[in-house]
């Protein structure tokens, strides 16, 4: 299948990573929905693209019910071939400083927004039995830094819901594959200054998205290459004994 016939949406597509990733989907021949809450910052996304092939969309992804007016929107321009959650935030706030509502405004976005785009996506990607969705994430969750107790919880949480939903649909649906991508320390508002340019992860990120190989569900893959999960001594040992050896894949295309 190509990714290319069907509509891609990226969500946090009014700046940063996601304005790169949106612009390197539709150079690549992509329709792209743009979505983001900020009305002027999709519809600037839209304007830049060369091709004319991003459409704005505007919604809160930590609200349910404006992601699925939304999607439904959408899907009136065409079959939803491909979704990259990326609409994230960072606040940067000491636990001291947190409260619960605070905190849980951040989980609401960087992971409720994640299961309300997939939730609303899946309605159209099982009734056709294809697609893929690039979950953007991060190692926060195993290594976190001061003052993003709700960041790294949140996108940690994401990490696991891509295992349990390639345990869910992965079996009833083999044509819909879901995928972890850490696109790297990012020169972005929510990455660090020296960080690498948003449009060099983007070419990574979209090659990943319309990469069309078998088995890459449930992957990892951080910047360019697949993070292969750690083997016991057991699966080592039987590795060795069967001349086996495993490589991480690299992003072609990229």
């Known amino acids: 299948m190509s990714m290319t016939d069907g509509i891609a949406v990226v969500t946090g597509a009014g700046g940063g990573l996601g304005r790169a990733l949106a612009l390197e989907l539709a150079a690549r021949g992509c329709c792209v929905a743009a979505l983001g809450r900020g009305e002027a910052g999709v519809e600037e996304t839209a304007a830049m693209a060369a091709s004319g092939g991003i459409m704005p969309v505007v919604a809160d992804v930590a609200d349910a019910g404006a992601v699925r007016a939304a999607f439904a929107r959408i899907a ?6 491909l979704l990259i959650n990326n609409a994230a935030v ?7 400083d947190e409260a619960g509502e605070s905190f849980a405004e951040t989980v609401a976005i960087n992971l409720g927004g994640v299961v309300a785009c997939t939730r609303a996506a899946l309605d159209t990607m099982t009734q056709t039995g294809r697609g893929r969705i690039l979950n953007v994430s991060t190692f926060a969750d195993m290594a976190p830094l001061p003052a993003s107790s709700a960041y790294s919880v949140s996108k940690g949480a994401g990490r ?3 295992h349990a939903l390639v345990a869910d649909l992965g079996d009833r649906f083999p044509g819909i594959t879901i995928i972890d991508w850490m696109p790297g320390m990012l020169a972005t ?11 060099v992860s983007a070419r990574w990120g979209a090659a990943l998205a319309l990469w069309d190989a078998p088995m890459l569900g449930g992957a990892v893959f951080e910047m360019d290459r697949e993070v292969l999960p750690p083997r016991g001594l057991k699966a080592r ?6 001349l086996r050896r495993r490589h991480a894949r690299v992003i072609p295309g990229a």
Do not use: N, S, V, W
């Not at 960072?90 to 001291?96: G, N, Q, S, T």
């Not at 508002?189 to 449009?199: C, F, Q, S, T, V």
């Not at 040992?237 to 069967?242: I, K, Q």
């Open 189 to 199: 508002r929510m990455g660090i200054k020296d960080g690498l340019p948003p449009e």
């Open 237 to 242: 040992l039987r590795d060795a004994l069967l």
């Open 76 to 81: 009136q321009e065409g079959e939803l071939r």
């Open 90 to 96: 960072y606040p940067r706030r000491d636990f001291l």
């Open 160 to 162: 696991i819901l891509t």
